[in-house]
């Protein structure tokens, strides 16, 4: 008998808001069972668990390949998935868990939407060009469109910053010339 039982059900906004302790990916999934409790799934690494009911602990029902064996089928915290992997990393590329470090899907969208908005389009565009075009969350779609919103605005304040700059510099020598000028005629 474990001294640990899981979470029954499991919110379904934790989906959006959870992220996977393997790969940090933020798309996991939610698989709900009539007798059994919930498990979070990663579609980035594969890895299939349930929480503990305090939430310090997680119980791994599949993992990736490669994964760490002292982890399987046992309650762990955190810190002991991060601490293994981390050996498991530093012992050699035979032994690395084989996890992405990065977000492709992720990626991609942001990767998107920041093109789209940087051709002018609106943010009702860009976000039924994202949802036309891959499988995202509504809360996944509106934090990338703030993320590219926000970068783009910082681009405009750069780029208005340095013609600023230039300006100034350009108005500033000709003022210098017309004054050096005067002196001479």
């Known amino acids: 008998m ?3 039982s899981a979470i029954e059900t499991f919110p379904d906004e934790w989906s959006r808001k959870a992220r996977c302790p393997i790969c940090k990916g933020i798309f996991l999934q939610i698989f709900h069972f009539p007798n059994s409790p919930d498990q ?3 579609p980035q690494c594969e890895v299939v668990f349930t929480i503990e009911q305090k939430g310090e ?3 791994f029902v599949k993992c990736p390949n490669h994964f760490p064996d002292s982890l ?10 991060s601490e293994k992997i981390a050996k498991s990393v530093n012992n050699g590329p035979s032994a690395a868990v084989n996890i ?6 992720r990626a991609e969208a942001v990767r998107r939407a920041r093109n789209l908005v940087q051709l002018g389009n609106s943010k009702e565009n860009v976000r039924k060009a994202l949802a036309a075009s891959m499988q995202l969350t509504e809360f996944a779609i509106e934090e990338i469109l703030t993320d590219a919103f926000n ?3 910082i681009k405009q304040k750069k ?7 230039f300006t100034g510099i350009i ?3 000709i003022i210098l010339l017309v004054i050096l000028l005067s002196f001479w005629f």
């Open 100 to 105: 992405p470090t990065a977000n492709p899907l």
């Open 159 to 165: 780029q208005f910053k340095t013609t600023a700059i």
């Open 171 to 173: 108005t500033g020598g």
């Open 2 to 4: 474990s001294l640990y």
């Open 40 to 42: 979070m799934h990663c």
């Open 151 to 153: 970068v783009y605005q």
């Open 57 to 59: 602990h997680l119980f």
């Open 72 to 81: 399987k089928d046992r309650w762990v915290t955190r810190y002991e998935i």
